[in-house]
């Protein structure tokens, strides 16, 4: 299996993902979140993470970048992460959602990229903040993003 993944394409690898027999996929999400009913959830995952993969590896700009197929949201997690229900479709079409998908497929990785992300996060914010007058609202991104996205690392 390991020698498949590695010859395919992001595109190909998302693709076989969506494409696998239904009791493989939830394998899949009962191993990574102990709940096969969020086999669509990982699914809808995998299109945001291949969209902003895509727009990053072509040289698109992700700012204003309004994503066709928002990601799925983790039932208990949605009031955490996006408790103004009027804002929550806007909000997960936008980079917060695709931030928020990235962060739930690194949660269970080792110290190091956990590290990792809480740096690209940081260096995130921190070119945000240089940017006078940037619109936030076109990143999805409420006021409190950067406490919500980060990983707490045991």
Not at 20 to 40: D, G, L, R, V
Not at 93 to 105: E, M, N, P, Q, R
Request: charged residues 20%.
């Amino acid at each position: 299996m390991w020698a498949l993944v590695e010859e395919l394409t992001f595109g190909q690898l998302t693709t076989f993902i969506s494409q696998i027999k239904p009791t493989y996929s939830s394998a899949w999400a009962m191993a990574c979140y102990n709940n096969p009913k969020y086999k669509s959830t990982l699914n809808s995952w995998m299109n945001v993470v291949r969209l902003y993969r895509n727009k990053s590896a072509h040289g698109s700009r992700i700012f204003g970048l309004k994503a066709v197929n928002v990601p799925q949201i983790i039932r208990k997690d949605f009031k955490y992460y996006f408790p103004n229900k009027q804002e929550a479709n806007l909000r997960k079409s936008y980079l917060y959602g695709a931030l928020y998908v990235f962060k739930h497929l690194l949660i269970y990785e080792d110290n190091f990229t956990q590290r990792s992300w809480n740096r690209f996060l940081l260096e995130l914010n921190n070119r945000i903040n240089l940017i006078s007058g940037l619109d936030q609202n076109l990143y999805g991104l409420p006021e409190d993003w950067f406490q919500k996205l980060r990983i707490m690392i045991i």
